[in-house]
């Protein structure tokens, strides 16, 4: 069964930056197209951001789109998520996600534990 362990989540001013990653084990990790979700307090689980197998096509929600990047090392069984200039709605808690295939808009499979966001005002 496939591990997703999301880290680099922390506190951080507005304006400020972070880069999420996402170590995969238990699975080929080039087969699957990958994706970010995130859920707020008394909020539903939102998609963020995908990528296809080989990183050569990627989608956004339109809430962060210009500001985060989703990219993959398929050497490193690695999926990142760079963020700029994060605003305090941006506050989440930020999950790994293992896509059955790429789609727009994206289905979503399997989970990571997730990692925390907070942007302070």
């Known amino acids: 069964q496939a591990q997703l362990v999301e880290s680099g989540g922390g506190l951080v001013q507005a304006g400020g930056s972070l880069n999420l990653s996402c170590a995969v084990a238990?699975?080929?990790?080039?087969?699957?197209?990958m994706g970010w979700y995130r859920q707020a307090p008394g909020k539903e689980r939102e998609f963020v951001a995908g990528?296809?197998?080989?990183?050569?096509?990627?989608q956004y929600s339109d809430s962060v789109k210009g500001r985060f990047t989703i990219s993959r090392d398929n050497a490193k069984n690695t999926l990142y998520l760079q963020m700029e200039s994060l605003k305090p709605e941006d506050t989440a808690l930020y999950y790994c996600?293992?896509?059955?295939?790429?789609?727009?808009?994206?289905?979503?499979?399997?989970y990571g534990q997730g990692t925390q966001v907070t942007v302070s005002s």
């Open positions: 996600n293992r896509g059955p295939y790429y789609s727009i808009p994206w289905v979503p499979g399997d």
């Open positions: 238990g699975h080929t990790f080039s087969v699957y197209p």
């Open positions: 990528i296809d197998r080989s990183g050569g096509r990627t």
